[in-house]
C-alpha cells in the first residue's frame, strides 16, 4: 500500500484545510485510515482515525470539534477537514494505514502500531 497526502499550505489563524490521502491498490476498503502530525524535534503525534466503512471514528482531544476524518473507499481517499485552525496546528501532517493493529480508538494512538506511512504534507498556520 502506498499513501500520498495532499492539501497542505500556508493559511491564517481560523481558516480551514481539507488534507487528502490517496492510497493505492485493492486493499483500501479494509485499512484503518489516520492522520499523524509533527513539528520538528518533537515526537509524531496522533491527530484522527476512522475505521472500514468510516462509521467508527476518534480523535486528539486538541482537535476534537474542530477536525472531521472522512473516506470515500470507492475513490481510495481519507480526507481530514481542519476548521478553525490555531497557530499550534502547525506540523507536517502525515497519513498512515493500518492492516491488522488495534483499530480506531485510544490503542491506536501509537504510531508504532501503524503499518503504512506516506509523506507528509505541510500545514502552517498564522496567527
Known amino acids: 500500500v502506498q499513501l500520498q497526502a495532499s492539501g497542505g499550505g500556508l493559511v491564517q489563524a481560523g481558516d480551514s484545510l481539507r488534507l487528502s490521502c490517496a492510497a493505492s491498490?485493492?486493499?483500501?476498503?479494509?485499512?484503518?485510515m489516520g492522520w499523524f502530525r509533527q513539528v520538528p524535534g518533537k515526537e509524531r503525534e496522533f491527530v484522527a482515525s476512522i475505521g472500514w466503512s468510516g462509521s467508527s471514528t476518534y480523535y486528539d482531544g486538541s482537535v476534537k470539534g474542530r477536525f472531521t476524518i472522512s473516506r470515500v473507499n470507492a475513490r481510495n481517499t481519507a480526507y481530514l477537514q481542519m476548521n478553525s485552525l490555531k497557530p499550534e496546528d502547525t506540523a507536517l501532517y502525515y497519513c498512515?494505514?493500518?492492516?491488522?493493529?488495534?483499530?480506531?480508538?485510544?490503542?491506536?494512538?501509537?504510531?508504532?502500531?501503524?503499518?503504512?506511512w506516506g509523506r507528509g504534507t505541510q500545514v502552517t498556520v498564522s496567527s
Open positions: 498512515a494505514a493500518d492492516r491488522s493493529g488495534p483499530g480506531v480508538g485510544p490503542s491506536g494512538t501509537r504510531d508504532t502500531s501503524w503499518d503504512y
Open positions: 491498490g485493492r486493499t483500501f476498503s479494509r485499512l484503518v
